[in-house]
């Protein structure tokens, strides 16, 4: 039995699988922050402790830097007592199989996208993953590719505007992520009128306001319209970059931002040849990632 494991800020997924990458069980868990990474150790045992028969195999996508080779996390940015810890080597003592990987949860869903959703049927396919954070992976005929431990394709830290002695910078995660959208709809809401559709779907939400982009674009709403034009344009800005690192045949872009759809792939597929050379055009085909929160588990399965 091949088992697949999510482990994120806010929600672990443990789900078994086939060679296909088909989830046949699931078993989904709310992350409690205050019980830490040991909280989520405890799910995952008492779940492998449930199952009817053996495991033979574990794949697993990690929210945040692991060392590949070595199943040692370095850190989670979200959830406590996770650093210097070796997942790699608890699994093992906990089932014996043989066969065990950790991935970054990036590395996992890009592979998941690459040969099951979005990417499918393409050689070299990039993934760009817009929620929380924005992050990244590269697969190169049905393989994750691996840079230096434990960095890999963090796309969300390239720079946009450099840092200087008093400007702190700018990435593309401090402009393209979930919440920094959030913040850029907050800064507008003063300023619009009454009638605004986006101003009426918001409402006195605090936090989560990007997810009313796309019904206040159905709407005809002109602010909706120039921020999903925006943040498209710079994330293709970003990723301009890893067409001329990697050329990849196509980009998938998935995460929570993805939810706008259409408009944010159309912003992307029309900013994006404006920021690449002559000799790479065109530039690569935009999809929208189509495994939704199975991403990281159907990746991980795939891994092994």
Same mark, same amino acid.
């Given at each position: 039995?091949?088992?697949?494991?999510?482990?994120?800020?806010?929600?672990?997924?443990?789900? #078994? %699988?086939?060679? !296909?990458?088909? @989830?046949?069980?699931?078993?989904?868990?709310?992350?409690?922050?205050? $019980?830490?990474? /040991? &909280?989520?150790?405890?799910?995952?045992?008492?779940?492998?402790?449930?199952?009817?028969?053996?495991?033979?195999?574990?794949g697993v996508g990690?929210?945040?830097?692991?060392?590949?080779?070595?199943?040692?996390?370095?850190?989670?940015?979200?959830?406590?007592?996770?650093?210097?810890?070796?997942?790699?080597?608890?699994?093992?003592?906990? #089932? %014996?199989?043989? !066969?065990?990987? @950790?991935?970054?949860?990036?590395?996992?869903?890009?592979?998941?996208? $690459?040969?099951? /959703? &979005?990417?499918?049927?393409?050689?070299?396919?990039?993934?760009?993953?817009?929620?929380?954070?924005?992050?990244?992976?590269?697969?190169?005929?049905?393989?994750?590719?691996?840079?230096?431990?434990?960095?890999?394709?963090?796309?969300?830290?390239?720079?946009?505007?450099?840092?200087?002695?008093?400007?702190?910078?700018?990435?593309?995660?401090?402009?393209?992520?979930?919440?920094?959208?959030?913040?850029?709809?907050?800064?507008?809401?003063?300023?619009?009128?009454?009638?605004?559709?986006?101003?009426?779907?918001?409402?006195?939400?605090?936090?989560?306001?990007?997810?009313?982009?796309?019904?206040?674009?159905?709407?005809?709403?002109?602010?909706?319209?120039?921020?999903?034009?925006?943040?498209?344009?710079?994330?293709?800005?970003?990723?301009?970059?890893?067409?001329?690192?990697?050329?990849?045949?196509?980009?998938v872009i998935g995460?929570?931002?993805?939810?706008?759809?259409?408009?944010?792939?159309?912003?992307?597929?029309?900013?994006?040849?404006?920021?690449?050379?002559?000799?790479?055009?065109?530039?690569?085909?935009?999809?929208?990632?189509?495994?939704?929160?199975?991403?990281?588990?159907?990746?991980?399965?795939s891994m092994v």
């Open positions: 039995m091949k088992l697949g494991i999510e482990i994120g800020g806010t929600k672990l997924q443990i789900v #078994t %699988g086939d060679n !296909t990458g088909k @989830i046949v069980q699931r078993h989904r868990f709310v992350v409690d922050k205050v $019980a830490g990474a /040991g &909280g989520i150790l405890t799910h995952i045992e008492e779940t492998i402790r449930q199952l009817r028969q053996p495991v033979s195999a574990i990690f929210g945040g830097p692991v060392n590949w080779q070595t199943g040692q996390i370095a850190t989670s940015h979200q959830i406590e007592g996770w650093s210097g810890f070796n997942l790699g080597e608890w699994l093992y003592e906990l #089932t %014996g199989a043989p !066969t065990i990987r @950790i991935e970054n949860d990036a590395n996992a869903a890009s592979l998941g996208e $690459a040969l099951h /959703g &979005g990417g499918r049927g393409f050689k070299n396919v990039f993934y760009v993953t817009v929620g929380s954070g924005v992050g990244g992976g590269m697969v190169i005929d049905g393989q994750i590719y691996h840079g230096a431990v434990p960095g890999e394709a963090e796309i969300g830290h390239l720079w946009l505007v450099p840092p200087g002695d008093d400007f702190p910078g700018q990435t593309v995660e401090q402009t393209c992520s979930g919440w920094a959208v959030d913040q850029q709809i907050r800064e507008l809401l003063p300023q619009l009128p009454a009638d605004s559709p986006l101003k009426q779907l918001v409402g006195d939400q605090v936090g989560g306001e990007a997810r009313f982009l796309h019904p206040a674009y159905e709407q005809n709403d002109p602010v909706a319209n120039m921020l999903i034009t925006q943040v498209g344009s710079v994330l293709a800005l970003g990723l301009s970059h890893v067409v001329h690192l990697f050329h990849p045949d196509a980009i995460g929570g931002l993805s939810l706008i759809g259409e408009p944010l792939r159309a912003s992307v597929r029309t900013a994006l040849p404006r920021f690449v050379m002559k000799a790479f055009q065109p530039a690569p085909v935009i999809l929208m990632a189509k495994l939704g929160e199975d991403a990281v588990p159907v990746g991980a399965l």
